[in-house]
């Protein structure tokens, strides 16, 4: 539960900066803001690639498979993909979802970050604190006060001016150009590796910790945070690559919720005789696999369509100053949050299931009335 809290803060800090006011949007596979030029105002892109060469003179948001960052942004970078590069400036702070993210350049304030590996390289500058719960980091630059967090696997051969006050780590290292500015207090189930010449200007205080698993610090941590991720990248597939079919099932949701639960059920009870029909034949087993795959993914991907539904419904209901997909992006985030909670959670899915299988049922039949004669 402890972590499960930690993860919920770090949605919160990460949702914190959130602009009040509107801000440009862009959707396409490739997207560059060429050197040179220069983006006023906060900016949304979402693809495959982004790249920004130019400058963004506002806050940066991003849904793709990888962003570099070569110019400049003034503002903070919040970024929801698969590799996060910083080769230039930016202005404010870093918050991410990503698997990969590595700091070349310079990070003006701090650093708050999801991902399974972090990589500060030798030119990489963080001005201020990273907070990181990620798998496998390394620092070999310089960050300008602390350095906290989850980490699995940490090593550190440049400088953390201020120190590190609140680690959890299976395996820290301080190499010999390591430089500790303030104390060190971590825990961990082995006490930390400092090599010679490590130069630490506090006190080490370590508190051991039982071995929770061979591989990291904690399953539940890890598989939440791969969880949570997936389902943001889940949303960025589905929002961008299919809108319509999001918009239909929403529709759908605004109109009889009551109606399209039992539809909902009604059509899983379907599915599981139509299942179990087709299993006890031999010619059916291969569309009862089919059939039972389908659901499978249908139930996954519920929770998107039902958590954007939920942040816009919000967003209307209490007129929250935010834009349409960060409103969208924090129902499914906090949805994915809550149906983490231990018994609540799959007592929860149940009803997230049904609605949205009756939901997409009847968006189907209304399309069908649509478009057949």
Known sequence: MRKLCCLLAFILILLAATGAYAFGAVSQDHYLLPQGAVHRGDLAVSGNK???EGTVDGDLYVFSESVQVLGEVTGDVISFSANTTILGKVGGNIRSFTQNLTISGT????VTSASQHVLVTDQGQVQRDMLLFAQNTDVHGKVGRELNGMIGEARITGEVGRGISLLKSHTLRLDSTAVIGGDLIY?????AIIADGAAMKGEERYTPEP???????GFSLFTSAALLLSTLLLWTAIRFLFPAGMYRVCQQLDRQIAAVFGMGAGVLLASVILVVVLLVTVVGIPAAVILALTIAVLAY???VFVGSWIGM???ERFE??????LAELLGVAVLQCLLFIPFFGWLLSIPVWLVFLGALAAAVRQTNKTFLP
């Open 187 to 191: 825990s961990s189930p082995r006490r």
């Open 301 to 303: 991907t519920a929770k």
């Open 320 to 325: 929250w100053r935010l834009h349409p997909l």
């Open 211 to 217: 071995h929770e698993e061979k591989d990291g610090i």
């Open 107 to 110: 990070v003006a304030r701090s």
């Open 50 to 52: 982004v790249v920004i």
């Open 313 to 315: 419904r919000l967003r």
